[in-house]
């Protein structure tokens, strides 16, 4: 063996090399085209595939929305500004926008449609955002009577009879606490529906005729456009996540009647489409009122959208609360909870989180849904732009109606889609 001492031998260093830059093949957008784009010679074929059909479509629709006409009063105007070249007639967006917007609704109180939009964001601000203070859960509350009184409109005391309905059921569920869940929980449901359907007129007609206070009616059929989706499809969201929590925590009861009930509401909601109980709420429902009874069509739908979402949430629902470990159900027996509370403060907190895909995947496809009530009447952004092309003005026009009408509910149905994912991102403790 040599006793040549090791720091003596040539190759070995006695200092650190410096710190260098990785290869340009392996940082930033070059490393992030070879991860994604061709990473293969398969994805190599597909990436230049796909850069062609994306190339080809740009080049034929390009030329079109940069020729664009705006301003023109009907699409003879706008032909002649085109002059024989090919593009866009926005000047049907901008000449029937408010007829997209807001269907038949008077053009002077526009304000209220507004300021109803306006509030609801006010309204699901702190709901939806843990930063904003929590006491204008208040507004939350009060927002829905507030809502339909603005757009509405008419007497002020109809609201203000409604809301007592619920507060009615919540006296009846601390009146009846000390005879159990079952009963307690059984009078705060019948007891407000008892309420609206035997008091809330008299007593609101009562009040209005002692002080009368209120605004401009709208009837209903004034509604339309952007409008009328908005007021069914953010309504049947509000309502139908709560009811699908209570059928998906009946169909997991050991109450047998109560399970039976909900697995056959939801079973039978989700073997039906939808469009057959619009046309139920339309033709038949009618026949099961008392004579002369005056049921509002759009009422009447936003039952059965609400109905048919929260068959699905339910079931959504159900997927979460299967997925949780018995465990944390032993958790909150062994804290001693009651029922309420164990699904209040435990179980459903776990169970949503699960569920929230699901939930906002449903949100999403009823949003959607709501164009399907042109079929019965109301004419939603679809239905007004089938009006606006049987015009004279407009009378040819087809793209641009239904792009902008896609624009709109894209951007409604995306900015679900991205809060759902802000929202699993905050609730993501697990890994914390």
């Known amino acids: 063996m040599s006793d040549t001492h090791a720091q003596t031998v040539p190759y070995v260093r006695e200092t650190m090399l410096p710190e260098q830059a990785p290869p340009i093949a392996e940082r930033g957008a070059v490393k992030w085209m070879r991860a994604n784009l061709f990473d293969g010679w398969i994805s190599t074929v597909l990436t ?24 023109a009063g009907s699409l003879t105007q706008c032909r002649q500004i085109l002059d024989g070249t090919s593009g866009a007639c926005w000047g049907v967006i901008n000449d029937r926008w408010h007829q997209l917007m807001f269907g038949f609704y008077p053009q002077h109180l526009y304000w209220r449609p507004v300021s109803a939009l306006v509030l609801l964001f006010v309204a699901l601000a702190p709901i939806l955002f843990p930063a904003v203070p929590r006491k204008l859960i208040w507004f939350s509350a009060i927002y829905p009577f507030l809502a339909y009184f603005l757009l509405w409109g008419g007497s002020v005391w109809f609201p203000v009879s409604v809301a007592l309905g619920f507060v009615v059921g919540y006296g009846a569920l601390l009146a009846f606490r000390s005879l159990g869940t079952l009963i307690a929980t059984s009078a705060a449901l019948i007891v407000p529906v008892l309420w609206w359907l035997f008091v809330a007129a008299t007593f609101a007609s009562t009040l209005h005729a002692i002080l009368p206070l209120g605004i401009e009616g709208v009837r209903s059929d004034r509604f339309g456009g952007f409008l009328i989706s908005l007021v069914i499809g953010f309504t049947g969201i509000g309502l139908s996540l709560p009811l699908g929590i209570l059928l998906a925590l009946g169909r997991q009861s050991n109450m047998i009647l109560i ?21 139920t709420a339309q033709l038949l429902l009618g026949y099961f ?38 465990g944390q159900y032993e958790a909150a027996d062994a804290l001693g909870l009651d029922y309420w509370r164990a699904q209040r403060l435990i179980v459903m907190p776990q169970a949503l989180k699960i569920s929230i895909p699901g939930i906002v995947n449903t949100f ?22 089938n009006a606006i092309r049987a015009s004279s003005d407009w009378q040819g026009i087809y793209w641009e109606l239904f792009i902008f009408i896609g624009a709109v509910f894209f951007i409604f149905c995306f900015g679900m889609s991205r809060y759902s994912m802000y929202l699993e991102r905050r609730l993501r403790t697990d890994h914390r």
């Open 364 to 385: 999403i496809g009823l949003f959607k849904d709501t164009t399907l009530v042109v079929f019965i009447g109301l004419l939603d952004p679809v239905g007004l732009s």
């Open 289 to 326: 009122l008392p004579p002369g009874t005056s049921f509002d069509l759009i009422l009447r739908v936003i039952i059965m959208v609400t109905l048919f979402a929260a068959a699905y949430i339910a079931e959504v629902v159900r997927g979460g609360l299967a997925a949780l470990p018995r």
């Open 48 to 71: 230049i595939l796909s850069l062609l059909v994306i190339a080809s479509a740009v080049s034929a629709i390009g030329p079109w929305l940069a020729n664009s006409v705006w301003d």
């Open 259 to 279: 399970k039976s009930i909900c697995v056959v509401f939801i079973e039978f909601i989700r073997g039906v489409p939808l469009i057959t109980l619009l046309f």
